[in-house]
């Protein structure tokens, strides 16, 4: 974001949500505990509840999703909003309207809130400059830069399953470089003051020394994932990267795939992460994908609540009576 731009209202609520970064902790942590309590038990789907009656939610996603948009969609839904689903590639955005004139269509119909996904950066500040001062713009990922709601139910998931962040060392392994999901982990895990963070990642996949600061760096996954509690992994983004269709895939795996043999040199309590979509036999082999370790369908489960949380904030800012 720019600096003269805040996501935040006059009393320090979300009016938007486009990253995480100089997100105050205290708000995560509550985002977090709302979320949590939408969810009867963990791993649980959450129950229909709230009052979003009369508000339209609607999903403007410019690249693919199946967890993120279908996720926001049940959130909408289960606080009472009617959902919008509006698939970019099939709108009027082809025949050349641009995306403010697709938003003021939109707000004509009563759009409150818009959840856009999209590939280029600054789209999301953009929007948001120029809505309604009644509507809001939440993220659904912004390029390789951000993916708010995915870090929140990263840290959700963690806190689940280990119980807070003081003491743990957590590992983030593979296309560090082109990952929103990464960044967006980094700036949840840092602001709830995670002990240890190390990434690791081939050269081309490791981010410049600007970025992930205070993070370990490692380029051997044996090495970085020795006694972690938190083992995340990432597909390769290839649609970020020139000439990836020439990766050797079979040769990643054997570098940096995850399989139960290395897993074993993590702590033995140690769960493990991905943010989907996987590529099994890639970054993570089905044993583990499957394994007993692994809260990844967790983790999406935790995407319903946590959205289901942002919508409720944003909401209650305002003016709405949220449970
Ligand atoms: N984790 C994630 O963003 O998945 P989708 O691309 O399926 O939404």
Redesign the pocket.
Known sequence: MTQDFSQLDRNGRLRHLITLDGLDPGLIRELLDRAQGYLCLPGQLPPRGGDLRGWTIANLFAE??????ASFELAALRLGADSLNLDVMLSSRVKGESILDTIYTLQAMQVDVFVIRDAEPGILELVARHVDDHVCVISG?EAHIS?PT?GLLDALTIQQSKGGFRDLVVAIVGDIRHSR?ARSAYRALTALGVAELRIIAPEEMMPDTGEFTGAIRCRSIDAGIEGADVVMMLRIQRERIAGSATTDLRHYHEQYGLTAARLARADASAVVMH???MNRGVEISSEVADGPQSVIRRQVSNGVAIRMAVLAHVAEARGRRMP
């Open positions: 693919p999703s199946t967890r993120t948009r990922g993916h995915q999901v943010p989907g979509p």
